[in-house]
């Protein structure tokens, strides 16, 4: 059983350009979590999907960025412009059903460095 | 804002020496987790311990949580330098979305 898979592993955008992070998560699991990490610092929840639905995006800056996790295929989290700003490394975690609160498993990571 | 605080927020110890790492948390938790990562990589998940639980142990690890201090600690028994790494406690609470909130980390160092 694969763990999370994240790729690409290392992202180099010039500013304004989009960047487009992808997560699969584990065989079975229905909870995609995206997390940022900014240097030196911990991970701050950034939104919470489940196959097609957004459950909770309170921490997704309000412009430029969104989510998604289709019937198929990968979780998408997606940048619109970016600024310097947005240079972190962006984790994604996945749960089986009603157990996101005790059990979530992290990918290794997407490193976006913005020039 | 951040759930936890680990504290202190740097510990570089010698190997076989035991490292204390401590959280505090500000709101009513489920469980308390923590995770351990390995610069440049991923997080592992390390124990979690449920709000009615005041101690648990595994393999060289042993955590206790004191819900009312709202704080826990990380034990690791004679150290190796591999347990090199940072340290994030994350608290899980219910009533809202299941998220959950991470510290800012403490980076151990364990010298051989």
Redesign the interface.
């Known amino acids: 059983n694969a763990g999370v898979m994240q790729n690409p592993r290392h992202l180099v955008r010039r500013r304004g350009q989009e960047a487009r992070l992808r997560c699969s998560p584990m065989k079975g699991h229905s909870h995609v979590y995206w997390y940022r990490q900014l240097p030196e610092e911990g991970l701050k929840f950034m939104v919470y999907l489940q196959k097609e639905n957004i459950i909770d995006e309170s921490g997704m800056p309000k412009e430029r960025f969104s989510a998604e996790f289709p019937k198929e295929g990968p979780s998408i989290l997606r940048i619109q412009q970016v600024v310097r700003g947005d240079s972190a490394a962006y984790f994604c975690a996945s749960s089986p059903p009603g157990r996101a609160l005790y059990e979530q498993y992290f990918g290794p990571g997407t490193r976006l460095t913005v020039t | 804002s ?1 759930q ?1 605080e680990e504290d202190p927020q740097a510990l570089s110890i010698q190997e076989g020496e035991n490292a204390t790492m401590n959280c505090s948390y500000k709101t009513s938790i ?2 308390l987790q923590w ?1 351990r990562q390995n610069s ?6 390390l124990i ?1 311990i449920r709000s009615n639980e005041r101690e648990k142990h595994s393999g060289r690890l042993r955590v206790t949580l004191d819900t009312s201090k709202k704080s826990s600690s990380l034990l690791i028994t004679a150290s190796r330098a591999a347990d090199t790494a940072s340290y ?1 406690c ?1 608290t ?3 009533g ?10 403490m980076k151990l160092t364990v010298n051989p």
Do not use: D, I, P, T
């Open positions: 951040q936890g489920n469980n995770y440049g990589r991923g997080l592992v998940h979690l994030f994350a899980g609470s219910q809202g979305s299941e998220k959950l909130v991470f510290g800012k980390g």
